[in-house]
């Protein structure tokens, strides 16, 4: 297996693929996912709402519930805020890498009841985001417009872009960690700088001091 394969499967394996989990949260309750994304790379979220019900016990669903999804970029831009319905999906693009932060609350009040909500969240980025099944699918039923091979070439290319993009955000993040790490140590620096003329003024003033006593007292 020559290197670059390795190289090739260890990026995909690594790389990030949907991100499913449910949780439970009150009627009332704001709940916020952080997620590192590169820039210029879309972003899907699909999520079901499904409301406790205490005559049974179980979650069922409530279609007059809805969901209100806010994602705010590293530099805490609201890119996205809308309400949607029980069940649905959101999509945004990210302009700016970093750490994206993902918030979902209800849009139900006290009336309710205040039970508890159970949200399933399956969140997609990059190329994990297309849905490539169905567009097979799809471009099975119009060859004249695009062919399964074409479009599993497409796939590849938009694998290879998006690695490209991780590859430049990682870069991204080891170029922050080393301005951090410098920035850090000049601080360590003239902090010992400082802690030592503190420590020679304050010798030098004890001298001094010493020096008057001892003359005042004619010891010297």
């Given at each position: 297996?020559?290197?670059?394969?390795q190289?090739?499967?260890?990026?995909?394996?690594?790389?990030?693929?949907?991100?499913?989990?449910?949780?439970?949260?009150?009627?009332?309750?704001r709940?916020?996912?952080?997620?590192?994304?590169?820039?210029?790379?879309?972003?899907?979220?699909?999520?079901?709402?499904?409301?406790?019900?205490?005559?049974t016990?179980?979650?069922?669903?409530?279609?007059?519930?809805?969901?209100?999804?806010?994602?705010?970029?590293?530099?805490?831009?609201?890119?996205?805020?809308?309400?949607?319905?029980?069940?649905?999906?959101?999509?945004?693009?990210?302009?700016?890498?970093?750490?994206?932060?993902?918030c979902?609350y209800?849009?139900?009040?006290?009336?309710?009841?205040?039970?508890?909500?159970?949200?399933?969240?399956?969140?997609?980025?990059?190329?994990?985001?297309?849905?490539?099944?169905?567009?097979?699918?799809?471009?099975?039923?119009?060859?004249?417009?695009?062919?399964?091979?074409?479009?599993?070439?497409?796939?590849?290319?938009?694998?290879?872009?998006?690695?490209?993009?991780?590859?430049?955000?990682?870069?991204?993040?080891?170029?922050?960690?080393?301005?951090?790490?410098?920035?850090?140590?000049?601080?360590?620096?003239?902090?010992?700088?400082?802690?030592?003329?503190?420590?020679?003024?304050?010798?030098?003033?004890?001298?001094?001091?010493?020096?008057?006593?001892?003359?005042?007292?004619?010891?010297?």
């Amino acid at each position: 297996m020559s290197v670059l394969r390795q190289f090739l499967l260890v990026a995909f394996a690594l790389f990030q693929a949907s991100n499913a989990l449910y949780f439970h949260i009150a009627e009332t309750e704001r709940k916020c996912f952080i997620e590192e994304i590169p820039e210029e790379t879309m972003v899907i979220g699909n999520y079901k709402v499904q409301l406790f019900d205490p005559n049974t016990k179980q979650y069922g669903e409530f279609p007059s519930i809805g969901m209100h999804v806010e994602v705010k970029d590293p530099e805490e831009k609201v890119i996205l805020s809308k309400l949607y319905t029980s069940e649905g999906r959101f999509t945004f693009t990210s302009h700016t890498p970093g750490e994206h932060l993902i918030c979902l609350y209800s849009n139900s009040t006290a009336w309710f009841g205040g039970n508890q909500l159970r949200v399933h969240l399956d969140i997609n980025v990059g190329e994990h985001a297309q849905d490539y099944e169905k567009a097979c699918i799809f471009a099975v039923a119009a060859r004249d417009k695009l062919n399964e091979l074409q479009l599993r070439v497409r796939q590849l290319l938009d694998q290879v872009e998006q690695i490209t993009k991780e590859q430049n955000y990682q870069r991204y993040r080891e170029e922050r960690f080393r301005q951090t790490s410098e920035s850090t140590n000049s601080r360590v620096l003239w902090w010992a700088v400082a802690q030592i003329a503190i420590l020679v003024v304050t010798g030098f003033w004890q001298m001094r001091h010493l020096k008057g006593f001892f003359e005042a007292k004619k010891l010297v």
